[in-house]
């Protein structure tokens, strides 16, 4: 079927990135070669190898562990919270400035649409390190004392490379700690170009260590005998994983993991908004987000409109190409993670929910899903209380708010939540009863550096962002 919505190709250059046959570990202020193996990362959406990356071993992370202590005891610690604050500055100035290399080489490497990375990754990674410059000199007044914790060993996902490695390396830095950081092994590029940057900001040596690999360099992180405080984001089995590994340690632990939040939608919604913000709540990022409004509830009333509504709008998404300026939907991430959404969606219509894909026309290689809705969905339903992670939204319906409530908090997690509604009080009196750590009203899939973001339950715990991610990352007065 040909679009209306068809429109002529308009991809952004390529020549703007710089992508090396090879990458070793940048440790103490320099890149070096892993004493460890290695591994190939791909461009998701046409399965090109991009770059050999260095796999870092125990002993490399033992020495990226050394170099930050070092820099640590002797430099990062002494210096004053106003100096920390420019180096925060200079790097938030040249994310700036590199802001295009960066959001195609993020689109590259992870299979996102360039415009989402252009504008939604890229300018809350400069926020990001501008919020928490201005928080370096200012510690004694945010409630959580002023001394830093020490080394920092952080661990993040996929799905937001150079977004996750801002939140932890930002109020890391500024409170004063040094950093050893592993980004996922299917989207390693941007976290080392950050490194140059680091460089290119005349960061001192070891502040931060970036080490490449895989699950196990993961491990030897959080295990390391001399790593202060432990911050993870990714899946709550890993998650589980890490707070057995440090439970009985000195270590601080931070864990921000898996959700299935429920984007609530009432029948005096602005219904035309409201389908926005569900398609923003679930297919934004491929609908690889955490806080995705991955379940929708919609009062019995207007269901039928409502998903007379999405339909209409799902068929105008355009997924394709992410370098493309017009893409909506870009590439799975990874052929792992595309065989899970096919696995999940199967048994979602094996357990009787009714399965409904955009027509869109999706490329030969590489790794793609169409943009799925699924009804008739039951809370029993595997699709209704398992993280897909993937562009597939769940629906069920409810009659009346406290029902809402009900079937909102019924799962294991509780990181976010979504109230569309034309009444204020009912937003107030919903984000009071609702078990997640962000309630969106009106609007879905916002991000701010001033404003803290975090789970209940299986979603994890500690707060990143605003003045309480410090908290994270200094001693506080009790410790
Ligand atoms: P993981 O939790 O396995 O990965 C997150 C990070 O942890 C990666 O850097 C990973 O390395 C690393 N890691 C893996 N095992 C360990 C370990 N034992 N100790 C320390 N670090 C470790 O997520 P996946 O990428 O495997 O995705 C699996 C599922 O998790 C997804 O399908 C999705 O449902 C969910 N997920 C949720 C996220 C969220 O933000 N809530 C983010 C990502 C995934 P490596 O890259 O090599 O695996």
């Known amino acids: 079927m040909t679009s209306p919505f068809e ?60 170099a930050a202590r070092r820099a640590y005891t002797r430099v990062w610690s002494r210096m004053s919270g106003a100096e920390r604050a420019k180096y925060l500055y200079r790097i938030a100035r040249i994310i700036q400035e590199r802001g295009r290399e960066l959001a195609v080489l993020e689109s590259i490497d992870n299979g996102k649409p360039i415009k989402e990375s252009r504008d939604v990754d890229v300018p809350i990674v400069a926020a990001h390190f501008f919020y928490y410059a201005g928080w370096a000199d200012k510690l004694k007044y945010a409630g959580y004392g002023d001394t830093p914790l020490g080394v920092a060993g952080q661990v993040i996902p996929w799905n937001f490379p150079l977004l996750m490695l801002a939140w932890k390396i930002a ?41 490449t690999g895989a699950g196990d360099t993961g491990r030897a992180i959080v295990s390391h005998p001399d790593v202060d405080k432990v911050a993870f984001t990714g899946s ?62 919609v009062q019995e009333s207007v269901a039928d409109e409502v998903m ?7 068929a105008t998404l355009r997924v394709g190409d992410p370098l493309d300026k017009n893409t909506d939907v870009g590439a799975i991430n990874s052929a792992e993670q595309l065989a899970k959404i096919r696995e999940l969606s199967e048994i979602g219509e094996a357990e009787g929910a009714e399965r409904w894909s955009a027509p869109c026309e999706l490329p030969s290689n590489g790794y793609w899903f169409a943009p799925t809705v699924f009804t008739g969905v039951s809370q029993a339903h595997r699709i ?42 009912r937003i107030l009196s919903m984000a009071n009863r609702l078990r997640a750590g962000v309630v969106w009203a009106n609007t879905f899939n916002k991000f701010d550096p001033t404003s803290p973001f975090g789970g209940y339950k299986e979603s994890g715990y500690g707060r990143e962002g605003g003045r309480h991610g410090l908290e994270a990352y200094l001693k506080g007065a009790d410790d």
Not at 259 to 275: E, S, T, Y
């Open 7 to 66: 429109y002529a190709p308009a991809p952004e250059s390529r020549a703007v990135v710089d992508i090396k046959p090879s990458y070793g570990l940048f440790i103490n202020g320099e890149f070096v070669d892993g004493s460890g193996t290695s591994f190939k990362t791909v461009n998701p959406a046409t399965e090109e190898v991009l770059a050999e990356v260095a796999e870092a071993s125990d002993s490399d992370v033992d020495e990226a562990v050394k």
């Open 384 to 425: 209704a209380r398992e993280e897909i992670f993937g562009p597939v939204l769940s629906v069920l319906t409810f009659r009346t708010p406290s029902e809402a409530v009900e079937k909102a908090n019924n799962t294991p997690f509780g990181l976010s939540a979504g109230v569309w509604t034309d009444k204020g009080s």
């Open 171 to 211: 109020p890391a830095l500024a409170c004063g700690n040094t950093v050893v950081l592993k980004p996922a092994e299917t989207t390693p590029l941007t976290a080392l170009l950050f490194a140059e940057i680091c460089q290119q900001a005349d960061l001192p040596p070891g502040v931060v260590n970036i080490v």
């Open 236 to 297: 709550t089995e890993v998650g589980k994983a890490i707070a057995r590994a440090v439970a009985g340690t000195d270590k601080k632990v931070t864990l921000e993991l898996g959700g299935k939040a429920a984007n609530i939608v009432f029948d005096d919604a602005p219904l035309d908004q409201a389908v926005e913000g569900i398609v923003n709540g679930i297919f934004f990022n491929q609908g690889h987000v955490c806080c995705a409004g991955s379940r929708l509830l």
């Open 308 to 314: 007379s509504r999405l339909k209409r709008r799902m």
